[in-house]
């Protein structure tokens, strides 16, 4: 892979320097925030093929052996998400976007508070765990009440966003330095990215904070005589959505700035890049009511607006799709590649970083086009709380998310500790088979949805087996089961580099593994006073935010206010 050097400091361009006793730290940090990630994630795997293999028809919960571990079907399933989509996701973005801004504008964190933050999330994580693991907090992960968990729980996940909520802050504060010290420059993309995802989380999070801290803490400590469930809902819903571009958005970051590079291309536009970015700041948040077209008390006008809301934010998918998609056939071209799609066989596919990347965006189209379908009005009272949902969220954040992170690991593992990857082959074998498991996966799901089956339902136990017998699932039943153990064997080999790797001596200078930086077709340039006009208008990112929180507040007030007016005391229950 052709690599080149991180970009230079202009002199001046920060407070204080990136010193190498610091980038030391930082990098250890780094480490730490990802290995713990893929520690959560290792475990939430481990469970997964339980749940395909329910959807299989196959009912492994009431093994004695298992039941002694796991006492029901919804606490592996509250253990699976919680630790995929909440513990992985947030540790491996909180060690990913404080480490790549510090690289990029060369200033120096507080190291010490950034290590606070890290036992701070890591305490939280610990604090969760404990009633998770005692059957105390089968609520699954999205925060309904009245189902109703131990308040440890919620106490645990609190810890956990707040300290993703410091590292944000840190982040900002970096880049606000280096603004001052560098008036008139235009803040270095890969930076402007990532402030511009932190941006957004604070926004997105408002919503989770509220619920958790003011409504359900409380009501779990039996400080309150109930909760309202449709309030507590709808400020859900204002995180619950945008999080996924949480997730998505630190894998775009390495879409733009460094898979073009790793294809030996150049990106499209660093202009066409920030403006998605600055799209999804502004329009990525107020979208939550399309999760709740079935819900009621909520006027249709307002879940019409959500709609097209959430319709706009296809729009900067579809500019990634196009600019990324054009470096790496800028790339392929460049290699030899000709034809209208021949092209794409000159991409270096033995490269198990770029693979997983090329195939995580292979299945975001699809997880989009479903997307559309689960915001529309009409067509998601057809899918809604069917098996199609976990069959999308899969190829949205299981496989895009997840594998982007996968692939980012083989370079990123090297350049934090100067490790050699181990077993390449098998690394890209585990990129191909994680790939066509999420596959098999999701049309399984997707078919089994259209024929009405449940989601969040162990169904492999149903009481009348021959409902689902009589809708002629067989075929998408066969496909979801042996995704199962499809996507063990993917596991078992990515986790077999990774701890591999983790275990194997030092033998290389960490440097010797460059950040992968692209350079660009179209650069942005380095001065505000000779950028183009879409620079220049997406630069003030902290008015862009103020924009977004305005939006947010204008869609949510007339919503929120009629719940708040006419509260609902709803006392906590637990059936499990």
Do not use: C
């Given at each position: 892979?052709?690599?080149?050097?991180?970009?230079?400091?202009?002199?001046?361009?920060?407070?204080?320097?990136?010193?190498?006793?610091?980038?030391?730290?930082?990098?250890?940090?780094?480490?730490?925030?990802?290995?713990?990630?893929?520690?959560?994630?290792?475990?939430?795997?481990?469970?997964?093929?339980?749940?395909?293999?329910?959807?299989?028809?196959?009912?492994?919960?009431?093994?004695?052996?298992?039941?002694?571990?796991?006492?029901?079907?919804?606490?592996?399933?509250?253990?699976?998400?919680?630790?995929?989509?909440?513990?992985?996701?947030?540790?491996?973005?909180?060690?990913?976007?404080?480490?790549?801004?510090?690289?990029?504008?060369?200033?120096?964190?507080?190291?010490?508070?950034?290590?606070?933050?890290?036992?701070?999330?890591?305490?939280?994580?610990?604090?969760?765990?404990?009633?998770?693991?005692?059957?105390?907090?089968?609520?699954?992960?999205?925060?309904?009440?009245?189902?109703?968990?131990?308040?440890?729980?919620?106490?645990?996940?609190?810890?956990?966003?707040?300290?993703?909520?410091?590292?944000?802050?840190?982040?900002?504060?970096?880049?606000?330095?280096?603004?001052?010290?560098?008036?008139?420059?235009?803040?270095?993309?890969?930076?402007?990215?990532?402030?511009?995802?932190?941006?957004?989380?604070?926004?997105?999070?408002?919503?989770?904070?509220?619920?958790v801290v003011v409504m359900l803490i409380p009501w779990s400590l039996g400080l309150t005589r109930g909760v309202d469930p449709l309030l507590a809902r709808t400020l859900f819903w204002w995180t619950g959505h945008p999080i996924v571009?949480?997730?998505?958005?630190?894998?775009?970051?390495?879409?733009?700035?460094?898979?073009?590079?790793?294809?030996?291309?150049?990106?499209?536009?660093?202009?066409?890049?920030?403006?998605?970015?600055?799209?999804?700041?502004?329009?990525?948040?107020?979208?939550?009511?399309?999760?709740?077209?079935?819900?009621?008390?909520?006027?249709?006008?307002?879940?019409?607006i959500h709609m097209f809301l959430t319709f706009l934010v296809a729009v900067p998918s579809l500019l990634t799709a196009f600019s990324v998609g054009a470096a790496l056939e800028d790339s392929a071209r460049a290699r030899g590649g000709?034809?209208?799609?021949?092209?794409?066989?000159?991409?270096?596919?033995?490269?198990?970083?770029?693979?997983?990347?090329?195939?995580?965006?292979?299945?975001?189209?699809?997880?989009?086009?479903?997307?559309?379908?689960?915001?529309?009005?009409?067509?998601?009272?057809?899918?809604?709380?069917?098996?199609?949902?976990?069959?999308?969220?899969?190829?949205?954040?299981?496989?895009?998310?997840?594998?982007?992170?996968?692939?980012?690991?083989?370079?990123?593992?090297?350049?934090?500790?100067?490790k050699r990857l181990a077993w390449p082959r098998a690394a890209l074998a585990s990129v191909w088979l994680w790939f066509g498991g999420m596959m098999l996966f999701a049309v399984g799901m997707h078919w089994q949805g259209l024929a009405?089956?449940?989601?969040?339902?162990?169904?492999?136990?149903?009481?009348?087996?021959?409902?689902?017998?009589?809708?002629?699932?067989?075929?998408?039943?066969?496909?979801?089961?042996?995704?199962?153990?499809?996507?063990?064997?993917?596991?078992?080999?990515?986790?077999?580099?990774?701890?591999?790797?983790?275990?194997?001596?030092?033998?290389?200078?960490?440097?010797?593994?460059?950040?992968?930086?692209?350079?660009?077709?179209?650069?942005?340039?380095?001065?505000?006073?000779?950028?183009?006009?879409?620079?220049?208008?997406?630069?003030?990112?902290?008015?862009?935010?103020?924009?977004?929180?305005?939006?947010?507040?204008?869609?949510?007030?007339?919503?929120?206010?009629?719940?708040?007016?006419?509260?609902?005391?709803?006392?906590?229950?637990?059936?499990?």
């Amino acid at each position: 892979m052709t690599t080149i050097p991180a970009p230079q400091p202009a002199v001046g361009s920060a407070p204080s320097a990136l010193d190498a006793a610091t980038l030391a730290s930082l990098k250890k940090l780094t480490q730490y925030y990802i290995v713990t990630a893929f520690l959560a994630l290792f475990i939430g795997v481990m469970l997964g093929p339980l749940q395909a293999l329910n959807y299989g028809g196959i009912n492994l919960y009431d093994y004695p052996l298992l039941k002694n571990l796991i006492k029901s079907y919804y606490q592996g399933l509250t253990l699976h998400g919680v630790l995929n989509a909440l513990v992985f996701t947030q540790f491996f973005i909180s060690g990913w976007m404080l480490y790549l801004p510090a690289r990029d504008l060369r200033v120096r964190p507080n190291m010490r508070f950034a290590w606070f933050t890290y036992l701070m999330m890591t305490a939280g994580l610990l604090t969760a765990a404990v009633p998770l693991l005692t059957n105390n907090a089968t609520v699954l992960y999205t925060f309904y009440p009245p189902l109703e968990g131990s308040p440890v729980f919620y106490i645990g996940a609190a810890v956990m966003v707040a300290a993703s909520l410091l590292v944000a802050a840190q982040v900002v504060l970096l880049w606000v330095g280096w603004k001052r010290a560098n008036p008139g420059r235009v803040t270095p993309l890969v930076a402007y990215m990532s402030v511009a995802t932190w941006l957004m989380w604070g926004v997105a999070s408002l919503g989770l904070v509220v619920e958790v801290v003011v409504m359900l803490i409380p009501w779990s400590l039996g400080l309150t005589r109930g909760v309202d469930p449709l309030l507590a809902r709808t400020l859900f819903w204002w995180t619950g959505h945008p999080i996924v571009y949480f997730w998505l958005l630190p894998a775009y970051i390495s879409w733009y700035a460094f898979l073009p590079r790793q294809a030996g291309g150049r990106i499209a536009s660093e202009g066409l890049a920030r403006l998605a970015f600055t799209l999804f700041l502004i329009f990525s948040v107020p979208v939550g009511l399309h999760h709740q077209y079935a819900d009621p008390n909520v006027q249709s006008s307002w879940k019409v607006i959500h709609m097209f809301l959430t319709f706009l934010v296809a729009v900067p998918s579809l500019l990634t799709a196009f600019s990324v998609g054009a470096a790496l056939e800028d790339s392929a071209r460049a290699r030899g590649g000709r034809g209208l799609f021949g092209w794409v066989t000159r991409l270096p596919w033995g490269n198990a970083s770029m693979t997983a990347q090329v195939l995580a965006m292979i299945s975001f189209i699809f997880g989009g086009a479903g997307g559309i379908v689960n915001a529309s009005m009409a067509f998601s009272p057809v899918v809604h709380n069917t098996a199609w949902i976990p069959g999308h969220f899969h190829i949205t954040v299981g496989t895009a998310t997840t594998l982007t992170f996968m692939g980012l690991v083989f370079w990123l593992l090297p350049h934090l500790t100067g490790k050699r990857l181990a077993w390449p082959r098998a690394a890209l074998a585990s990129v191909w088979l994680w790939f066509g498991g999420m596959m098999l996966f999701a049309v399984g799901m997707h078919w089994q949805g259209l024929a009405g089956v449940p989601r969040r339902a162990q169904v492999s136990a149903a009481a009348q087996q021959a409902v689902y017998d009589g809708m002629n699932i067989a075929l998408p039943k066969l496909m979801t089961a042996v995704s199962g153990m499809v996507l063990f064997v993917a596991a078992i080999f990515f986790f077999g580099v990774l701890f591999r790797t983790l275990l194997s001596p030092r033998v290389d200078d960490p440097e010797s593994t460059p950040i992968p930086y692209s350079d660009a077709i179209s650069a942005a340039g380095e001065q505000l006073a000779s950028a183009s006009t879409l620079v220049r208008r997406t630069e003030p990112l902290l008015a862009l935010t103020v924009a977004s929180l305005l939006l947010v507040i204008l869609v949510y007030a007339p919503v929120i206010g009629p719940m708040l007016a006419s509260y609902q005391f709803v006392p906590g229950q637990r059936l499990w």
